[in-house]
T-cell receptor
Framework: GESVGLHLPTLSVQEGDNSIINCAYS??????FIWYKQESGKGPQFIID?????DKRQGQRVTVLLNKTVKHLSLQIAATQPGDSAVYFC?????????FGAGTRLTVKP | GAVVSQHPSRVICKSGTSVKIECRSL??????MFWYRQFPKQSLMLMAT?????????EQGVEKDKFLINHASLTLSTLTVTSAHPEDSSFYIC???????????FGPGTRLTVL
C-alpha cells in the first residue's frame, strides 16, 4: 500500500537555550499524562508525569504544563544540553489505556 | 495519522496457558515493529525489535523462548507469551515504523492478567 509515514516534527535549539515540546490530545477523560524520551536504539524512558488535577509539575530541568481546557500538554526543558537530543513522546489516558503521540525530534546544536 | 491496532485489548488467562497478541499497521507498511512492556508508573521497557521476514532481536534479559515474536508480513507482528505466569501480567504495547520514515506509531496496548 501507499506509504503514509511521516518524518517526525523536529525542533532544533541551541545548547543552553530552553526547549518547549508540545502535544495535543483529544480525550477529555484522560487523567494521566506522561512524557517519554527515546534515544536512538533504545526504548522510551520516562521523564515526567502529571495527573489531571494539576496544571504544572516540575522535575530536574523539566517542567510539564497541562491545559485541560484546550487539551494541550507541553514539556519544557531548561538549559538544553546535547544529551537532550532525542525523540520525545507524550502519552495520555489512564494506565492500561494510554495513547501515545508520534513524537518530536529534538536536536541540540552545540 | 497512521493507525496501529492491537488485539486483544485485554486478556485474562490461567497460569500455564499461552496468549497471542497481534499488532497491525492499518494503513502503512511497517518494516519494523517494536514490542514493549510497561508496569504501572514505569517506563516502557523495550522487549524486542522485529523486522519483517527476519528473526526478532531481543533485549538483554528478555527470554526469547517465552516471548515468541513473529513478523510474518508488513502489516502484522504477533507476540506470544508462552506458559504464562502471574508475573507476566502487564501492559504490552507495540509500535510500528513506516518504511523509509522515522515516525513510530504506537498501538493502544494489551493488558494481560495471568491468574
Amino acid at each position: 500500500g501507499e506509504s503514509v509515514g511521516l518524518h517526525l516534527p523536529t525542533l532544533s535549539v541551541q545548547e543552553g537555550d530552553n526547549s518547549i515540546i508540545n502535544c495535543a490530545y483529544s480525550n477529555s477523560a484522560s487523567d494521566y499524562f506522561i512524557w517519554y524520551k527515546q534515544e536512538s536504539g533504545k526504548g522510551p524512558q520516562f521523564i515526567i508525569d502529571i495527573r489531571s488535577n494539576m496544571d504544572k509539575r516540575q522535575g530536574q530541568r523539566v517542567t510539564v504544563l497541562l491545559n485541560k481546557t484546550v487539551k494541550h500538554l507541553s514539556l519544557q526543558i531548561a538549559a538544553t544540553q546535547p544529551g537532550d537530543s532525542a525523540v520525545y513522546f507524550c502519552a495520555e489516558g489512564r494506565w492500561g489505556d494510554m495513547r501515545f503521540g508520534a513524537g518530536t525530534r529534538l536536536t541540540v546544536k552545540p | 495519522g497512521a493507525v496501529v491496532s492491537q488485539h486483544p485489548s485485554r486478556v485474562i488467562c490461567k497460569s500455564g496457558t499461552s496468549v497471542k497478541i497481534e499488532c497491525r499497521s492499518l494503513d502503512f507498511q511497517a518494516t519494523t515493529m517494536f514490542w514493549y512492556r510497561q508496569f504501572p508508573k514505569q517506563s516502557l521497557m523495550l522487549m524486542a525489535t522485529s523486522n519483517e521476514g527476519s528473526k526478532a532481536t531481543y533485549e538483554q534479559g528478555v527470554e526469547k523462548d517465552k516471548f515468541l515474536i513473529n513478523h510474518a508480513s508488513l502489516t502484522l507482528s504477533t507476540l506470544t507469551v508462552t506458559s504464562a505466569h502471574p508475573e507476566d501480567s502487564s501492559f504490552y504495547i507495540c509500535s510500528a515504523r513506516d518504511r523509509g520514515f522515522d515516525t513510530q506509531y504506537f498501538g493502544p496496548g494489551t493488558r494481560l492478567t495471568v491468574l
